[in-house]
């Protein structure tokens, strides 16, 4: 068995590998990865010498690229992972996402057409839904929830994922779409907001709220999330649409009050900023159907996994701090400074 994996040096596709090599360690992995500025191969130095694992830089929406890795490799599986995923930069320069979640989705989905594949597996969001209010705790989404998108973001990764199930439709191409809540763990970017506060809290510098903090989110160990593809990729059913979630709501200031308190630092570094931007207020995925049809649930409680991330930025800091020196620090600023 031979699975594709785009963006397979990003967070969730890099812990994906991971997770693979260490559960099918007789399949072999195919990373596809254009390396921006969210890809890292430092994420994939441990796997790097497997002779089951394979890297080729690419970008999915290079038809020519796609088509010519297709033809030689000949995946039995391709997990989509690879997306433009930041709400803040959706919000700067929209085209971007449209380029690479819409159209190079579709490109992914015309070789899988073309040569044949026996699953598609498209990696969404619960942003697609849009959001729900802080004083209704008994609502949550569901896969029959309609779409409704707030950024530039969730827009793209809805047309996406409309483009998947018309390719199910029309062409018969086998796909699932899985449509996670808030992911955390090793190796994530630290412009999103759990390793950007650990790694600030470490470097003694301002924790930068928006708002008030009040908005929540429903949190989902990274390991748990891997797990949850890889039971929909060989069990889901063709079709189908299934919601991961982790049943650990937090707001934004219960997380970054949480490891305050698991690093040891002042509360005095909580800044607050201005807003951002049609900023959804609550996300909570319902995760029945999962459950129910494959066996699955989370295992990773918020309480565990903050500490077992924290750990693992506490260990690594090499493979942080040589991202936040480079480019991200312009970034940062523009994003933060003077809010």
């Known amino acids: ?26 399949y072999e992995i195919l990373c596809v990865d254009a390396l921006t500025y969210a890809g890292n191969m430092e994420t ?38 690879a997306a433009e995923s930041h709400v803040d930069r959706s919000i700067e320069e929209p085209e971007l996402f449209l380029r690479t979640n819409v159209m190079g989705t579709q490109v992914m989905l015309d070789a899988c057409r073309k040569y044949g594949i026996q699953r598609y597996h498209q990696v969404s969001t619960d942003e697609v839904y849009g959001d729900l209010p802080l004083d209704r705790t008994d609502l949550f ?15 793209s990764k809805a047309s996406a994922d409309l483009l998947v199930q018309a390719y199910y439709r029309t062409f018969k191409v086998p796909v ?24 600030n809290a470490l470097n003694g510098k301002s924790l930068p709220v928006y708002g008030r903090g009040e908005n929540v989110r429903d949190w989902l160990y990274v390991e748990d999330h891997c797990r949850a593809i890889d039971m929909i990729v060989h069990k889901g059913t063709v079709g189908e649409v299934y919601n991961i979630g982790g049943h650990n709501e937090r707001t934004n200031l219960e997380v970054v009050k949480t490891i305050i308190r698991e690093l040891g630092v002042s509360e005095e570094l909580i800044t607050y900023v201005t807003d951002r931007a049609g900023h959804d207020l609550r996300y909570a995925i319902d ?46 600023e523009k994003m933060y400074h003077n809010r």
Not at 47 to 75: C, G, H, L, T, W
Not at 302 to 321: A, P
């Open 1 to 26: 068995m031979k699975i594709l994996v785009t963006g397979g040096a990003g967070f969730i596709g890099g812990n994906f590998v991971h997770y693979m090599m260490k559960e099918h360690k007789e």
């Open 44 to 81: 994939l130095a441990p796997v790097m010498d497997n002779s089951k694992f394979k890297f080729v830089k690419a970008d999915i929406a290079d038809r020519a690229a796609i088509y010519k890795i297709f033809q030689e490799e000949k995946p039995d599986i391709v997990v989509n992972f």
């Open 141 to 155: 989404f569901t896969e029959e929830t309609p779409i409704q998108t707030s950024s530039p973001y969730s827009a």
């Open 176 to 199: 699932t779409i899985s449509r996670c809540s808030n992911n955390y763990g090793p190796y994530h970017f630290p412009e999103k907001l759990i390793p950007l506060m650990i790694a």
């Open 287 to 332: 995760p029945t159907k999962i459950h129910h049809e494959l066996g699955w649930l989370p295992t990773t409680t918020f309480d565990n996994g903050i500490k077992k991330t924290i750990t693992w930025y506490l260990d690594n800091r090499e493979w942080w701090e040589n991202i936040i020196s480079g480019e991200y620090q312009d970034y940062y």
